[in-house]
């Protein structure tokens, strides 16, 4: 809708752009191209982590000039991870047009909290564009992070899948922060919450370097808790997030393990592969290949909390934590705890515990959100707003 009307939204306004590779229209042309061509007055680009075109894999990306258009371009995973005023001034309007992946891990959402809380300080209004929830709006899985493990990598009160745009997520972390930022979301027509990516009609653009795909997001609210491991979750290969093993791990035995669980929606295959980066580079290692045969059946923390107790079990003398990474990702250090002290199905009993937590979180959201369910069990689709090609 914004770009079908002009830019009605931004006339007239000094307007910064968060984005990156991700914000693209339906046919690929980059949103800032777009917005210029309707007369958005752009006057400088915020890039979240891995930077503007998603090449960075530090700790510490810089700011700079993009190329392309010739905007300063002011990283947000540098320095500071919160605008300054400096790098505010004489801006009327923060846009925001980011494709999230639908995992609390990933930390376009704690950007989007940063830029709103800084916005609530020095004035400039937020704008989100609202794009697809590509694991889908109808599931919500895992814990609601408590508040001692608050961190970058989990920065919202929300459970681990928590089923929500990032636009609402925007609305619902106003409120639940207090902040006094303008915030307004123009959501899109047509999508469903029932919806997964394939069934959006949208190009996949990778909005980090390791979502290789759908299937990469359907996988990630689980495996990502093998970062907090001393198993190589795949970085370094053609499939991060979806390979995880060690040198240690005989594979036949691990997938035979797992698969013995009848995890559902999900299969597992023994292989080796050596990754070129980050845990394991340059060493052979036995491990699986994870499989999503049910996308709707499929349970991913449920699944990779499974995968850790299974490896813990297995393989103890070669078994290590990263506990500060592990109970930030999780948010919590019951994982952590209980799998130590080999409690039986851990990924079984710690689910049963956390719905609970999740009835409290969906009544707690419910005024936040943009597109509502089905009565029926399917969505009914939004009739105004913007279209899934926002940008």
């Given at each position: 809708?914004?770009?079908?009307?002009?830019?009605?939204?931004?006339?007239?306004?000094?307007?910064?752009?968060?984005?990156?590779?991700?914000?693209?229209?339906?046919?690929?042309?980059?949103?800032?191209?777009?917005?210029?061509?309707?007369?958005?007055?752009?006057?400088?680009?915020?890039?979240?982590?891995?930077?503007?075109?998603?090449?960075?894999?530090?700790?510490d990306v810089p700011s700079g000039t993009d190329p392309i258009s010739g905007l300063p371009v002011w990283s947000l995973y540098g320095p500071t991870r919160e605008p300054t005023a400096e790098i505010l001034a004489d801006i009327d309007v923060i846009l925001v047009d980011l494709q999230d992946i639908g995992t609390r891990?990933?930390?376009?959402?704690?950007?989007?909290?940063?830029?709103?809380?800084?916005?609530?300080?020095?004035?400039p209004s937020v704008l989100v564009l609202d794009r697809p929830n590509p694991i889908g709006g109808m599931l919500r899985e895992g814990n609601v992070l408590e508040p001692r493990f608050r961190s970058f990598v989990g920065w919202a009160s929300v459970p681990v899948r928590h089923g929500l745009t990032l636009g609402e997520l925007a609305r619902?972390?106003?409120?639940?922060?207090?902040?006094?930022?303008?915030?307004e979301v123009i959501p899109m027509e047509g999508w469903k919450r029932s919806m997964f990516w394939g069934e959006t009609g949208l190009p996949w653009v990778p909005p980090s370097p390791n979502a290789t795909g759908p299937e990469m997001a359907l996988l990630y609210p689980g495996t990502c808790l093998v970062e907090g491991t001393n198993l190589s979750e795949g970085r370094g290969t053609a499939f991060p997030f979806a390979w995880v093993g060690a040198p240690w791990i005989d594979p036949g035995t691990f997938a035979g393990a797992l698969n013995a669980l009848a995890l559902p929606g999900l299969r597992a295959r023994p292989i080796f592969f050596i990754p070129t980066a980050s845990k394991h580079a340059g060493a052979r290692c036995g491990g699986v290949a994870l499989h999503v045969t049910d996308p709707l059946q499929f349970r991913p923390v449920?699944?990779?909390?499974?995968?850790?107790?299974?490896?813990?079990?297995?393989?103890p003398q070669h078994w290590q934590w990263r506990a500060d990474m592990m109970d930030r990702l999780i948010g919590t250090d019951s994982v952590r705890l209980s799998i130590d002290q080999n409690e039986p199905f851990v990924h079984q009993s710690l689910s049963e515990l956390w719905e609970a937590e999740r009835a409290v979180f969906a009544h707690r959201v419910k005024p936040y959100g943009l597109y509502p369910e089905d009565p029926c069990g399917g969505t009914t689709a939004v009739l105004e707003g913007d279209s899934q090609q926002n940008g």
């Open positions: 809708m914004l770009l079908r009307e002009e830019g009605r939204h931004l006339r007239g306004k000094r307007v910064g752009l968060l984005t990156n590779q991700s914000g693209v229209t339906a046919d690929l042309q980059r949103n800032i191209e777009a917005l210029r061509a309707v007369g958005v007055d752009l006057r400088c680009l915020y890039s979240p982590e891995h930077g503007l075109y998603g090449e960075w894999t530090r700790e891990y990933y930390t376009l959402l704690s950007t989007v909290g940063y830029v709103m809380r800084a916005a609530s300080e020095h004035g619902f972390t106003k409120a639940e922060e207090g902040l006094r930022c303008d915030l449920q699944s990779g909390i499974a995968l850790l107790e299974t490896a813990h079990r297995l393989w």
